[in-house]
């Protein structure tokens, strides 16, 4: 019997020059630039081709959120920035990335043990690529952001060097750790409340205090308030359309019977992905109802559902959002998910970056009333959600949020890549600080440049858009 072949894993010292020798390939300072290459894809030509895959009556509002200013236009333009991206040179040294890594998408969740943790919150772009990816996208979004409150530019300059400051310095401090140390590390919100006692003014600490109390009250029973009526004695989801539809109303020719019967058998393979114990929490419920929602600016269009569920009685629900998972727009650039449903891509990613997740977060694929298979993935609609209010914060007060949003991607980087190789390419000076601190204002131009050409295709009847988009 031949004696099976095992590998060692590199040494420290192995892994310390992995990180020069991607240094001595593709120097930090080559991160610098931004210059709209020649041959760059028409952006407006861009969001029209994700469009074909959504829902057709929502994608005008999906246009008419990104309009609304230079920041939401960011937002919605993942695929935009990686088609950009993928023009540069790359590190070589791969992490899970996010995929949309903007400052918008770090936030309070209610981690298993209840209390409130930061971390990164949304994952529908994630798939494994060049680390610096994320880190470009962070920064650019700080930059985008600033502008839009409407610092000046040593004001988002000092930003934008913060927030990759903190990420170099993180990666390598816990390029020092023990795995299992990375692996549980995690910023609880008691933790940021302290330091932001010595460092916030008393109005912006009453606000941030204030925030926090919202996140930790959203929960099931907040949003069964907010969003379940009683007719008739049954408990039904609330109806305020585009923003809201009731599935009856979406499917009113089919039979009501045979699509709660449809889903139910749909909620028993969603139950597969889940751990035996979450299994048995979640067999507990019955399905009571189901809407379709409209969420955020990227996802405008893509198909997201609120499901009631309902435990012993009507006060004891759940209420759930199963949300559509269509292929990363990374993997044009960086190859296929090796998970054939994206859903599973979406929280395998997640699992991977968050130090603690959702129970109830799986995945399931659907056949689809109209016969069209699309994969989601599933998770509780409120649990502890909150974020920052960016339109109310001062140049210090985004600077300390870009330090938290630095450590926690630094974090989530070193879960799943090699922290000491990217510690190693980074250094201990700051010339990766600044190279990406320029790049900011430069991609920062071209998102403007980008803006506008939408508000063109607008304009001449392109793309058409809501003109009174609902809130």
Do not use: C
């Given at each position: 019997m031949?004696?099976?072949?095992?590998?060692?894993?590199?040494?420290?010292?192995?892994?310390?020059?992995?990180?020069r020798e991607a240094r001595s390939r593709v120097p930090r300072s080559v991160h610098r630039g931004w210059e709209q290459a020649g041959e760059r894809?028409?952006?407006v030509e861009l969001l029209e081709g994700q469009a074909l895959s959504r829902v057709p009556e929502l994608v005008p509002?999906?246009?008419?959120?990104?309009?609304?200013?230079?920041?939401?236009?960011?937002r919605g333009a993942a695929l935009l920035m990686a088609s950009d991206l993928a023009?540069?040179?790359r590190s070589g040294l791969t992490v899970q990335l996010c995929g949309d890594a903007h400052l918008s998408n770090f936030g309070t969740f209610a981690a298993p043990d209840r209390r409130l943790v930061f971390s990164l919150n949304d994952f529908d772009e994630t798939l494994p690529g060049p680390f610096e990816w994320d880190v470009k996208r962070l920064v650019a979004s700080f930059a985008v952001a600033g502008r839009d409150r409407g610092f000046d530019v040593t004001q988002r300059q000092g930003i934008n060097l913060a927030v990759v400051r903190s990420y170099r310095e993180s990666i390598r401090e816990l390029a020092t750790m023990r795995r299992l140390d990375v692996w549980y590390a995690r910023l609880d919100v008691e933790e940021i409340e302290a330091q932001a006692e010595g460092q916030l003014d008393p109005a912006e600490l009453k606000r941030f205090r204030k925030n926090v109390r919202k996140a930790r009250g959203k929960d099931s029973l907040k949003a069964y308030g907010k969003l379940v009526r009683t007719v008739d004695g049954r408990p039904q989801l609330i109806r305020d359309p585009p923003m809201i539809v009731p599935l009856e109303e979406l499917l009113p020719?089919?039979?009501?019977?045979?699509?709660?019967?449809?889903?139910?058998?749909?909620?028993?393979?969603?139950?597969?992905?889940?751990?035996?114990?979450?299994?048995?929490?979640?067999e507990g419920f019955r399905y009571a109802g189901a809407a379709r929602k409209v969420v955020g600016v990227g996802s405008v269009g893509t198909r997201a559902w609120i499901v009631l569920m309902l435990g012993d009685d009507d006060a004891d629900p759940l209420l759930l959002q199963a949300k559509e998972a269509q292929p990363s727009v990374l993997e044009s650039f960086l190859g296929a998910s090796r998970f054939a449903n994206h859903g599973q891509r979406v929280v395998e990613g997640q699992r991977l970056m968050q130090s603690a997740s959702d129970v109830l977060l799986g995945w399931v694929r659907s056949g689809g009333v109209d016969g069209v298979?699309?994969?989601?993935?599933?998770?509780?609609?409120?649990?502890?959600?909150?974020?920052a209010i960016i339109e109310a914060m001062t140049p210090s007060t985004m600077a300390s949020y870009a330090r938290l949003c630095g450590w926690t991607l630094a974090r989530a980087h070193a879960r799943s890549g090699d922290a000491?190789?990217?510690?190693?390419?980074?250094?201990?000076?700051d010339r990766f600080d600044r190279s990406l601190a320029t790049f900011a204002e430069a991609y920062a131009?071209?998102?403007?440049?980008?803006h506008a050409a939408l508000r063109e295709a607008a304009a001449s009847g392109r793309v058409a858009v809501f003109e009174d988009q609902p809130s």
């Open positions: 031949t004696p099976s072949v095992t590998h060692e894993p590199p040494t420290r010292e192995q892994r310390k020059a992995r990180g894809p028409d952006p509002l999906r246009y008419a959120r990104m309009l609304a200013s230079p920041f939401t236009f960011f023009a540069t040179p020719d089919v039979e009501a019977d045979r699509v709660a019967g449809a889903l139910r058998d749909l909620f028993r393979s969603y139950r597969r992905s889940l751990g035996g114990d979450h299994r048995h929490l979640i298979g699309r994969d989601f993935y599933v998770r509780q609609l409120w649990d502890g959600k909150g974020s000491v190789a990217v510690a190693s390419y980074l250094g201990s000076g131009d071209q998102n403007e440049r980008d």
